[in-house]
């Protein structure tokens, strides 16, 4: 079968770096929708709220108060889910690993990304986005540097339908004595190819999308963004270090510039999308910090938007997904000609333009 109509007809894709796989079914974004519909909320428009435990000058939960902090503030979670003193152990209560628990030592901090209350990655500036790439690749040396951290997750939760209630700007880096499963099984997979093909994974397969292109959004001199062919969420992106590079502590300056406006690039587009300030899950995948050298390791980011045709009908994981594995309607090639062919400056910035 020539390749146009297999990816016309059910197919199934694989995933290299889970080596999961993902069933496509391109026919079904035809059928009548008659899902949910929510009703869009306003985005903030406060640049200083009261009320915002995040916000320069507030009071947290926990009850500590936030510094007048005027450009990047980092603190360690009030209500950590990890915690650094930890009593080493391990319990097999069957003796066959079937009840199998181990201690876990752990750091979790909260990256308040500007002290504006109002702004998203798609609204703050260059300048602005490359001093919290800056305090990124900062956390992940430091805490990395730890002897009893192997792995740093960098991560931003954005919006209500993703479970992040406050809409100030901010990220969140968990640290972790041993790799994540996500992370391990993306190890263990580029090491794999690395061995068989004495070449990196992710440097391999990002030539093979920038020279077909149909499944680029955007790229710059540096960084490039493709609904990865394996993609599960309708508009999931997978955003590459051009140069490989294992983590964001080597990255010079010129590319950490180029890591923010590709940032920018890419956010702007999600939000011109349903014009709404786009909700999603993204993080950082980097080397492990467990003293290893981790050379087959392609410094990457995810980018998992639960969206599926707008601002409030969502793509649910239920029933086979739960209980087999992921499925979609609209191909990743559909969603990147989506993406990339949307207007390049933010709605809200070409509606205040034309209100001038
Ligand atoms: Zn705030
Ligand atoms: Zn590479
Ligand atoms: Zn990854």
Not at 17 to 46: C, N
Not at 99 to 104: Q, R
Not at 213 to 241: D, K, Q, T, Y
Not at 297 to 313: G, I, K, N, Q
């Amino acid at each position: 079968m020539e390749l146009g109509n297999l990816y016309k007809e059910p197919h199934c894709r694989f995933n290299p770096l889970t080596r999961d796989w993902v069933l496509v079914s391109p026919h079904r974004a035809e059928r009548p929708w008659q899902g949910q519909v929510e009703t869009a909320k306003a985005a903030s428009t406060l640049r200083y709220d009261p009320t915002c435990y995040l916000c320069p000058g507030n009071e947290r939960a926990g009850g500590a108060r936030n510094p007048k902090y005027e450009n990047i503030f980092v603190f360690n979670n009030d209500f950590a889910a990890l915690k650094p003193e930890v009593q080493p152990a391990r319990h097999d209560d069957s003796g066959r690993g079937l009840l199998l628990s181990e201690s876990e030592a752990g750091i979790c901090k909260v990256v308040c990304f500007s002290p504006r209350h109002d702004l998203t990655l798609a609204r703050m500036t260059v300048p602005e986005i490359t001093s919290l790439v800056d305090i990124w690749a900062k956390e992940y040396s430091e805490i990395g540097s730890l002897p009893y951290i192997g792995y740093v997750q960098i991560f931003e939760n954005r919006g209500e339908i993703m479970g992040c209630s406050n809409p100030h700007p901010h990220g969140q880096i968990w640290a972790n004595q041993t790799v994540p499963n996500e992370p391990r099984k993306e190890q263990e997979s580029q090491k794999a190819y690395f061995e068989k093909n004495h070449a990196c994974l992710l440097c391999d397969y990002l030539e093979s999308e920038t020279q077909k292109g149909i499944r680029v959004v955007v790229e710059n001199a540096h960084f490039a963004v493709v609904v990865p062919f394996w993609a599960v969420w309708p508009f999931e992106v997978l955003l590459l270090s051009k140069r490989h590079v294992g983590d964001l502590g080597s990255l010079d300056p010129a590319t950490r510039t180029g890591l923010a406006d590709i940032l920018k690039q890419l956010t702007t587009r999600y939000d011109n999308l349903f014009q709404i300030s786009f909700p999603y899950s993204m993080g950082f995948h980097q080397a492990p910090t467990d003293g290893e050298a981790h050379s087959e390791w392609h410094l990457h980011a995810h980018f998992y938007p639960p969206l599926l045709r707008s601002a409030t009908v969502r793509k649910f994981m239920v029933g086979y997904e739960m209980l087999a594995g992921p499925q979609r309607d609209i191909t990743p090639e559909a969603a990147a000609a989506t993406l990339r062919n949307l207007d390049a400056t933010h709605y809200a910035e070409r509606l205040r333009q034309r209100n001038l």
